[in-house]
C-alpha cells in the first residue's frame, strides 16, 4: 500500500513538471497556424504552416490545409501546394479536388480536365469527377465526351437532379432530342414540380414525334405559368401536328401576344400560315425580324419560300440565295 | 365482295388480252404443280387472326403461300461498306402480256468474294393467275448474281413487251423482252464502271417523240480500291459504320434519249443535268410536274439538296430545286431523300411530292401549287411527327380503300445495325408504315390496325404497287435488306369501286409513260400520272388503278399524251379494266372505243 502511494506520488510529480515545461515552452508552428486562421489572420497563418513545413516537409495533410488558406488569397500559390501532394498520400485525393475547384475558376481547363480524368480513374464509383467533367466537356462545347459521363454520374447517383438535367442538355446539344425523354422523366419522378423540366419534356416529346405526350407537358406548364412564350410554342406545334391546325393558330397568336418579335414563334405561325395559303400575311410578320436574325436558314428559308407565292419574284431570289449560302 | 369482284375482273380481263395478247406462257414456265401452292393456302394465310384490324386498311404477307420465296441477300462486311446496307429494289411488270403483273426481284450480293459464297440471282416471278408465283428467272435469262438495285419497266421499242432496266453496283443492265418469255442483254452507253453505284432508274419520253428516254441516279463511286471506310467510337467502343455520304466521292447521274429502234446515246451533259457539283442520286421521279406536256425530274440526293428538272422543252432541263421550294425542306435543311412517290394528295389537281428521310428527320411532303412552286407541308399533313423516329426507304401513293384519294405506304429500316452497341438509338428493324388520306386534308397513321406485318419491325427497302390478284385493290411488294420479300395483299374490308386503266400508245410510247390522267368524277377530277419507276429503286405495275368510292360510271377520262395532246373517252363503268388506246377517244364526249392492238 505504501509502495503505490510512493508510486503514485512519483507519477503526479512527473506529470506536473512536464506540463510546467510544456507551460514555459513557445507553441508550436501548426498549432499558432490554426489558431491564427481561427481570427482570420491569413498572412499570419501562412507563415506558421510554412515553419512548420520546413521542418516537416512530407507533412501532406497539412500541405493541404496551407492551400486551403491560400486559394482564399493567391490561387497560384494554392494551386503550387496542391499539386506538391503525392499520390501515394492520404491527402491526395482531397488536393485533386481542389485542384480541380481552383482550375475551374481560374480557367486552367487543361490541368482541371486531367485531374478529373485521375480522379475519376481513382474514384471510379465517385459521381463527383464524373459530373464534373460533363459540365467540363459541356461548358467546352464537347458534347459527345460531356455525354457518358453525365451518363455515368447519373448511374452513381441516381437522384442528383443536376446530373439528370446535364444528360439532357448535352443529348440536345447532340440533336438526339428523343433520347432526352428518359432523364427528364426520370428528374420528375424525383421533383414532380420541376418546372424546367416539364418544359423542357414538352420539346423532347415534339422533337421525338409524340405531340400528344407534348402537349400535356406544355398544358402542365401553362397552368403553372400562363405568361410561358415556350410553352405556347410548343403546345402550337402539338396541335398542329395532330391535325389541329386552327387552334395551333390561335395557340401561337396568344404566344405572340406576349412576345410579339419571338423569332420561333414568329416561324411556327408563318409555316401555318404558308400551309393556308396566307404568303402575303406571313410574309408582313416575317420581314420584321429579318435585320436582327438574317443568318438563321429557316427564317430566310420562309421569307424566300412565301415571297416567292406571293408573286414578289425579286425578293424571292435574294432570299433564295441567302438561304443557299446559309444552307452550305 | 373479294370473289365476286375477282371473277368480273378476270372475265373482262380475260375477254380483252384473248382478242389482243399474241404472247403465250414464256418458255419453260411449266412447273411441278404439286409444288405450287393452293387457292387454300392463300385463303388461309389470308384469314389469320388480325384482332387489331380495325381500322381502314388490312393487309397480310401472302409472299410464302403463293410462292415467292426470295431473300435478299447482302451480307454485311465487317467495315459496313456502304452498299450492302442500300437494300434493293422490287418492280411490277407484265412480262407476257397475260394481264397479270409479274415481279422482279433484285438481288444483293456480297461483297468479300468468299469463295465459297452462295451468291443467289435476281429473282422473276410469274403471276398464274393471281393465285401462284412460279420462279422463271433462269427460263427468261434474267439470272444475275451481281449486287443489283433499283428496277424500272418499260416497253422501250414499242413493240408491246415490257422491257426492263436493273441498275446496280458496277453496272447497269438494258434487258429487252423478247416476247417469248425470255430477254436479251442490250447495251447501254456507260453501262459498267468500276465502284459505281447507281441507284434509282425511270423511263420518261422528255421530248414526246414516242421514244421512251431513261434517267439512271448515280450515288457514289465506292471503291473498289479506295473504297471508303468509317468508325464512330462512343462509350469506349470503336465500331464501324457505313460512312456518312459526304465520305463518297460522287458521280453525275445519266440521262439517255432513245433514238428509236431500242437504241440509246447519252445525253447528260448536252442536257444540262450534269450541273456543277455531282449529288448523291437516290429516288427518281419521270412525271410532268407542271402539267405543261412535257416530262420533269425529280431526283432525291442524299444529304444534299434534290433535283427538280424542268423539262424546258427544248432539250434542255433546268433545276429548279431550289426556287419550287423542293430541293430543301421547309427550313432550307438538306435531307437523307431515299425514296419518292408523287402523286395529287390533296385533290387539287397538282402533283405533290412526297420523300422519304433520314432517322430523326421527317419525310417531306411538298404539296404542288403549280407553276413549279411547292410547299412544305409535311406537318400540317400529319406525316411529320411519325417519320421522325423511322429511317424511311421506300414510298408509295395508292388509294388501298379505292375512296379516291391517294393513301400513303413507307418501308422502313436503319442504315447502321450496330448503334446500340455505343449507346446511341436507332433500331436497325423498324416498323413500316401506312397512312390513311382523309379526303386530302390530312394523314392518319393506321399501322396498328392495317395487319401484323405492321407491328412487327423490318429493315424495309424497295416497295412497289400492283394490283396482283385483280381483285380490284393495290396491293404491295417489299424488298427487304438481308431479309424474305414481302408481298402485302390488300383486304380492306370497306373498298370502293375502281377503274383499272392501261394507256395505249400510238403516236406516244406504247405504255403512255408520262401521260397525265384526269378522272372527272362529277364533283372533282383526279390526277394521275403515269409512271415507271418509282418508290425507292422500284417500279408500280403499269396499269393505273383508280379509286372511284361509290360511283359506278366515270363521266369522263381525259389523257393528256407525252406532249400536251388531250383526248378523252366518256361513260366508263367501274369495277374493269379499260384500256384507252390513243387516237380512239375524243375531246368532245365520244364514245369509248372498247379495244384495240398496236
Redesign the interface.
Known amino acids: 500500500m505504501k509502495r503505490l502511494l510512493l508510486l503514485l506520488v512519483a507519477v503526479a510529480v512527473i506529470w506536473g513538471a512536464a506540463t510546467l515545461a510544456r507551460m514555459l515552452m513557445p507553441p508550436a508552428p501548426l498549432q499558432l497556424a490554426r489558431e491564427s486562421l481561427a481570427v482570420g489572420e491569413f498572412d499570419r497563418a501562412i507563415e506558421h504552416y510554412r515553419q512548420h513545413l520546413a521542418k516537416y516537409p512530407d507533412d501532406w495533410g497539412v500541405h493541404g490545409e496551407l492551400g486551403l488558406v491560400l486559394s482564399e488569397v493567391d490561387r497560384p500559390l494554392a494551386l503550387e501546394e496542391f499539386r506538391k501532394v503525392p499520390a501515394d498520400s492520404e491527402a491526395y485525393l482531397d488536393a485533386r479536388r481542389q485542384i480541380v475547384s481552383i482550375c475551374l475558376a481560374t480557367e486552367r481547363i487543361s490541368e482541371a480536365e486531367q485531374a478529373l480524368l485521375d480522379l475519376a480513374e481513382r474514384t471510379p464509383d465517385d459521381w463527383w469527377p464524373q459530373l464534373t467533367l460533363a459540365e467540363l466537356y459541356f461548358r467546352q462545347r464537347r458534347p459527345?465526351e460531356a455525354?457518358?459521363h453525365a451518363?455515368r454520374a447519373s448511374e452513381l447517383n441516381p437522384e442528383h437532379a443536376g446530373a439528370l438535367f446535364l444528360t439532357a442538355e448535352i443529348l440536345d446539344d447532340l440533336?438526339?432530342?428523343?433520347?432526352m425523354i428518359e432523364p427528364l422523366r426520370k428528374l420528375i419522378d424525383l421533383d414532380l414540380e420541376n418546372y424546367a423540366a416539364h418544359i423542357n419534356l414538352s420539346y423532347a416529346y415534339?422533337?421525338?414525334?409524340?405531340?400528344e405526350r407534348s402537349q400535356e407537358e406544355a398544358q402542365w406548364c401553362l397552368a403553372r405559368n400562363a405568361n410561358d412564350v415556350n410553352a405556347y410554342r410548343f403546345l402550337a406545334?402539338a396541335l398542329?401536328?395532330?391535325?389541329h391546325?386552327e387552334k395551333a393558330m390561335e395557340t401561337i397568336e396568344s404566344a405572340l401576344t406576349l412576345s410579339p418579335y419571338d423569332l420561333e414563334c414568329r416561324l411556327l405561325e408563318a409555316?401555318?400560315l404558308?400551309?393556308n395559303?396566307r404568303e402575303e400575311e406571313a410574309l408582313k410578320h416575317l420581314e420584321p425580324l429579318y435585320e436582327q436574325h438574317q443568318n438563321d436558314?429557316?427564317l430566310?428559308?420562309?421569307l424566300?419560300?412565301a415571297a416567292?407565292?406571293a408573286g414578289r419574284a425579286e425578293e424571292?431570289?435574294r432570299y433564295?440565295e441567302q438561304?443557299?449560302k446559309?444552307?452550305e | 365482295m373479294l370473289s365476286c369482284v375477282k371473277g368480273i375482273w378476270i372475265a373482262v380481263a380475260t375477254a380483252l388480252i384473248l382478242g389482243c395478247s399474241s404472247a403465250d406462257s414464256p418458255s419453260g414456265k411449266q412447273q411441278n404443280q404439286a409444288a405450287q401452292p393452293t387457292t387454300s393456302d392463300v385463303a388461309s394465310a389470308a384469314s389469320q387472326p388480325d384482332e387489331l384490324s380495325v381500322g381502314p386498311f388490312r393487309f397480310v404477307d401472302v409472299a410464302k403461300s403463293v410462292g415467292i420465296g426470295f431473300r435478299h441477300y447482302s451480307p454485311l462486311t465487317k467495315q459496313r461498306h456502304v452498299h450492302l446496307v442500300m437494300g434493293s429494289g422490287i418492280g411490277w411488270f407484265d412480262l407476257d402480256r397475260d394481264g397479270w403483273p409479274d415481279l422482279y426481284c433484285c438481288q444483293g450480293a456480297s461483297f468479300d468474294g468468299d469463295a465459297n459464297d452462295v451468291r443467289p440471282s435476281n429473282a422473276l416471278f410469274w403471276n398464274r393467275a393471281g393465285e401462284a408465283f412460279s420462279q422463271v428467272a433462269r427460263q427468261a435469262g434474267l439470272l444475275d448474281i451481281r449486287y443489283s438495285m433499283g428496277i424500272a419497266s418499260a416497253d422501250y421499242n414499242n413493240d408491246g413487251f415490257a422491257d426492263l432496266c436493273v441498275t446496280g453496283y458496277e453496272v447497269n443492265t438494258l434487258l429487252h423482252n423478247n416476247g417469248d418469255g425470255t430477254f436479251a442483254r442490250v447495251t447501254l452507253p456507260q453501262q459498267s464502271s468500276p465502284g459505281r453505284l447507281s441507284a434509282s432508274c425511270a423511263w420518261g419520253d422528255i421530248d414526246a417523240d414516242g421514244n421512251l428516254d431513261l434517267y439512271i441516279t448515280n450515288y457514289a463511286k465506292l471503291g473498289p480500291e479506295d473504297y471508303p471506310i468509317c468508325e464512330q467510337s462512343a462509350a469506349g467502343k470503336t465500331i464501324h459504320i457505313a460512312c456518312h455520304p459526304s465520305k463518297f466521292d460522287r458521280m453525275p447521274d445519266f440521262l439517255y434519249r432513245g433514238v428509236g429502234d431500242g437504241q440509246f446515246i447519252e445525253i447528260s451533259q448536252a442536257a444540262g443535268i450534269v450541273d456543277g457539283e455531282s449529288l448523291q442520286g437516290l429516288g427518281v421521279i419521270a412525271a410532268d410536274l407542271d402539267q405543261d406536256g412535257d416530262t420533269d425530274f425529280y431526283v432525291a440526293n442524299d444529304t444534299t439538296p434534290n433535283y427538280l428538272w424542268e423539262n424546258r422543252d427544248d432539250g434542255q432541263f433546268t433545276d429548279r430545286g431550289p426556287d419550287s421550294g423542293t430541293s430543301t425542306n421547309r427550313h432550307g435543311a438538306r435531307e437523307a431523300s431515299m425514296g419518292m412517290a408523287v402523286g395529287d394528295v390533296d385533290g387539287n389537281g397538282q402533283l405533290d411530292l412526297f420523300v422519304t428521310n433520314y432517322y430523326d428527320e421527317t419525310n417531306t411532303l411538298y404539296r404542288n401549287e403549280g407553276s413549279f412552286l411547292f410547299s412544305d407541308v409535311t406537318d400540317e399533313m400529319g406525316l411529320g411527327a411519325p417519320s421522325r423516329p423511322r429511317l424511311g426507304f421506300g414510298a408509295s401513293f395508292a388509294d388501298f380503300d379505292n375512296d379516291g384519294w391517294l393513301d400513303l405506304l413507307t418501308a422502313n429500316g436503319h442504315i447502321h445495325d450496330r448503334l446500340h452497341e455505343i449507346g446511341r438509338n436507332g433500331s436497325f428493324a423498324q416498323l413500316a408504315q401506312v397512312f390513311h388520306n382523309g379526303r386530302g386534308s390530312r394523314f392518319r397513321d393506321v399501322s396498328v390496325s392495317s395487319g401484323l406485318y405492321f407491328r412487327e419491325p423490318h429493315v424495309g427497302r424497295g416497295t412497289a404497287i400492283a394490283d396482283y390478284d385483280r381483285d380490284g385493290d393495290s396491293d404491295v411488294a417489299i424488298n427487304q435488306l438481308n431479309s424474305e420479300a414481302v408481298l402485302l395483299q390488300n383486304n380492306a374490308k370497306e373498298i370502293g369501286r375502281w377503274l383499272q386503266v392501261e394507256l395505249v400508245g400510238i403516236a406516244s410510247n406504247r405504255d403512255g409513260i408520262g401521260a397525265i390522267l384526269q378522272i372527272d368524277l362529277g364533283d372533282r377530277v383526279l390526277v394521275r400520272s403515269v409512271q415507271a419507276g418509282a418508290s425507292y429503286l422500284s417500279c408500280d405495275e403499269r396499269a393505273m388503278l383508280i379509286g372511284l368510292g361509290s360511283l359506278d360510271m366515270v363521266r369522263e377520262v381525259t389523257v393528256v399524251w407525252p406532249g400536251g395532246r388531250r383526248e378523252s373517252w366518256n361513260d366508263l363503268g367501274a369495277n374493269r379494266l379499260w384500256r384507252l388506246v390513243e387516237g380512239t377517244g375524243s375531246v368532245s364526249n365520244a364514245s369509248y372505243t372498247a379495244e384495240g392492238c398496236r
Open positions: 459527345s455525354l457518358p451518363q440533336q438526339r432530342s428523343r433520347e415534339s422533337e421525338a414525334g409524340q405531340p406545334k398542329r401536328d395532330q391535325g391546325v409555316e401555318i404558308i400551309f395559303r436558314r429557316r430566310v428559308s420562309l424566300a419560300r416567292a407565292a424571292a431570289k433564295r438561304a443557299q446559309l444552307t
